[in-house]
């Protein structure tokens, strides 16, 4: 079992940051995949970033430039930096991790940004 707690949501006005935590229960050099996804109201739950052991990452096309994910082993923490936000960023944000499928989500994370 792997628990993920995510915080650091709330509103921001436009082009303003952001920062997402996910705390893992476990040590995340364990874990083999991480990302954030997010999902906004009426629409489906989309891929926003993602971070493989090797540390490769994958970012969706509307957030490259803007966001940028990193892990710090030694809080057992995935983070997702948040930078230039926009109204249509406005979303629900989830931690997810796999050692292998199907893998552990987070509760989730609210993030509005105003315009």
């Known amino acids: 079992q792997v628990q993920l707690v995510e915080s650091g949501g709330g509103l921001v006005q436009a082009g303003g940051s952001l920062r997402l935590s996910c705390a893992a229960s476990?040590?995340?050099?364990?874990?083999?995949?991480m990302g954030w996804y997010r999902q906004a109201p009426g629409k489906q739950r989309e891929l926003v970033a993602s971070?493989?052991?090797?540390?490769?990452?994958n970012y969706a096309d509307s957030v490259k430039g803007r966001f940028t994910i990193s892990l710090d082993n030694a809080k057992n923490t995935m983070y997702l930096q948040m930078n230039s936000l926009a109204p249509e960023d406005t979303a629900v944000y989830y931690c997810y991790a796999a050692r292998v499928s199907p893998g552990y989500w987070g509760q989730g994370t609210p993030v509005t940004v105003s315009s």
């Open positions: 971070i493989s052991k090797n540390g490769n990452t």
């Open positions: 476990v040590p995340i050099f364990s874990i083999n995949f």
